[in-house]
């Protein structure tokens, strides 16, 4: 029989299974074919955090000793009732992962995997690493375990998603061990990062001769075709978390990823990755969503719900509100005029709803209309005094730098979250990149960004001067440090930032912490 082996390599949070291969083993199982998942990545670094690091200052034996009290924290809701021990636990297991994987040049975290010189938007580094895959810190382990996976049961195909740049390098190693080991497996990749490579214009594969197949947007349909399936009813198919560990990542319970779309319904937003690669909007029909959650929930009894789509429907959002999932849940939505409405804020937290993360990106009104957001700061401030009533966090996102801020419309965002302070739970502040192939990169004076063929990015010469190092010392300068702001920002957990923020308000909100307490 066909057995598929699907991938999740290193480095990524740590804290929920990967919804990308959750949703291939949906699609299989549905066709009745069996599979078989590797969550390499949550393997990986656990068995990581396992060797003695071979340095052991004060620091780093403490952190060792108490690396099972660590991950039993973590693991438990005591973890999230209080932030410094939160906190040490997570800078204790970065000082272990650093620590170990420094001798192999690389900076690694839980989060994170920075080579000193190997970068993942190189195609010749990642060939680099495909070929000296011994060099790479997870290789002692992949060995291991890739040997036992393969030599058990040979599988009919390997596919490893990608979806992160944290992901490449090891990625890649794996690949070059593979192909060395079982030259004739087939092996294909597929994930968003592999997405948003082939939609580069003039994308030419560097890969081909080490991975057979690159696999752009959602992976059901080619994966089921390789396997063999000819008539692929392009059902939404659930997602399958049977066989991942669900007990080992790094969060109280389960916290179940899902999807009702890919893509973005609103579309609009100049400079947005998801306009620029094209990528159509594709929607689960509601009835269906509600059923795979009900399903889902029901089966696994999940903490928390984390929706994954770019926003969530404001259609979906009223369904969820008459129709509860059954589980506490998060995700992304857009400030729009539902949220004025302090009703409809009461019936999302009636529904199980957290934490909402929004993209507010700016507080001037020019530069939310130039950036084409749709957001009125009106409607804006209303939405974060309604939804702090009813109890719901807000994750609010900060884009500095964009094209047509300036020193002081970035001032009047610091006076937008001054006045807003009190209803802002968490704040993400980045700094703007341009996307390399958006229509509005030709308009800019570009250079590339990162040196590298996969690059994603392209650096501009902003138009009023407003450069990056000025962003810089703006954000450290005066933004972080203003004492309405300070606090908001400590408040952020450190590393697993949005992934685990639900989590605290969880406590805060006396919301039951799953249908089930
Ligand atoms: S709402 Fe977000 S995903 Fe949608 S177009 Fe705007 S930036 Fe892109």
């Known amino acids: 029989m066909l057995v598929p082996l699907l991938i999740h390599p290193p480095v990524s949070k740590p804290c929920e299974p990967p919804a990308g291969i959750a949703k291939l083993g949906g699609a299989l199982k549905h066709h009745g074919m069996e599979f078989r998942v590797w969550d390499a990545n949550l393997e990986g670094l656990l068995n990581f955090l396992t060797y003695p690091p071979p340095s052991l200052d004060t620091w780093t034996s403490r952190a060792f000793r108490h690396l099972p009290d660590h991950l039993h924290l973590l693991r438990s809701w005591e973890g999230y009732e209080n932030q410094d021990h939160y906190g040490r636990a997570i800078h204790d297991l970065n000082r272990l992962l650093e620590r170990t994987a420094r001798l192999r ?86 994930g968003g990062l592999v997405t948003s490579w082939m939609k580069k214009p003039h994308w030419q594969n560097p890969f081909k001769g080490l991975v057979d197949d690159c696999v752009a947007g959602p992976g059901e349909e080619a994966l089921l075709s390789l396997m063999g399936v000819r008539e692929v009813e392009g059902l939404p198919y659930t997602p399958n978390y049977d066989s991942f560990p669900l007990k080992d990542y790094l969060a109280p319970g389960f916290i179940l990823p899902y999807s009702a779309s890919s893509g973005c319904y609103w579309n609009r937003c100049s400079f947005c990755p998801e306009r620029a690669e094209g990528n159509p909007y594709l929607s689960i029909p509601i009835d269906e969503v509600l059923r795979h959650l009900l399903r889902l929930v029901e089966r696994h009894q999940p903490v928390l719900i984390h929706f994954l789509d770019n926003a969530i429907h404001p259609s979906l959002l009223k369904a969820i509100c008459k129709d509860p999932p059954g589980a506490p849940w998060y995700g992304f939505v857009r400030i729009t005029r539902h949220l004025t409405d302090p009703d409809f804020c009461l019936a999302l937290k009636r529904s199980g709803c957290v934490m909402l993360k929004l993209g507010l990106e700016s507080g001037d009104q020019t530069v939310l209309d130039d950036l084409r957001k749709g957001i009125d700061l009106k409607e804006a401030s209303s939405a974060l005094r309604n939804l702090k009533k009813a109890g719901i966090a807000t994750y609010v996102y900060l884009l500095f730098g964009t094209p047509s801020e300036d020193l002081t419309r970035a001032r009047k965002t610091l006076d937008f979250v001054v006045n807003q302070h009190d209803c802002i739970d968490f704040l993400n502040l980045a700094i703007f990149n ?13 250079n590339p960004f990162y040196e ?66």
């Not at 944290?166 to 060395?180: D, E, H, N, V």
């Not at 229509?439 to 800019?444: G, H, I, S």
Request: aromatic residues 10%; proline residues 10%; hydrophobic residues 35%.
């Open 105 to 190: 040049l690389v900076h690694l975290s839980l989060t994170n995997y920075e080579h000193e010189t190997l970068s993942p938007v190189r195609s010749r580094d990642l060939l680099w690493a495909a070929e000296h895959f011994e060099e790479n810190p997870f290789y002692p382990h992949f060995r291991k375990r890739l040997t036992e996976l393969l030599e058990k049961d040979p599988p009919s195909l390997i596919g490893l998603s990608l979806n992160y740049l944290s992901q490449a390098l090891c990625t890649f190693a794996m690949i070059g061990f593979l192909k060395r080991e079982w030259p004739h497996l087939p092996l294909v990749l597929g």
């Open 434 to 446: 341009m996307p390399t192939h958006g229509p509005e990169a030709c308009q800019m004076e570009a």
């Open 452 to 517: 590298g063929d996969l690059s994603l990015y392209t650096c501009f010469r902003h138009p009023g001067g407003w450069s990056r190092s000025s962003v810089r010392r703006f954000l450290d300068r005066e933004f972080k440090k203003h004492p309405a702001v300070a606090p908001i920002l400590r408040r952020d957990p450190p590393v697993f930032t949005s992934n685990h923020a639900p989590l605290f308000n969880m406590k805060v909100s006396g919301l039951p912490r799953s249908i089930h307490d």
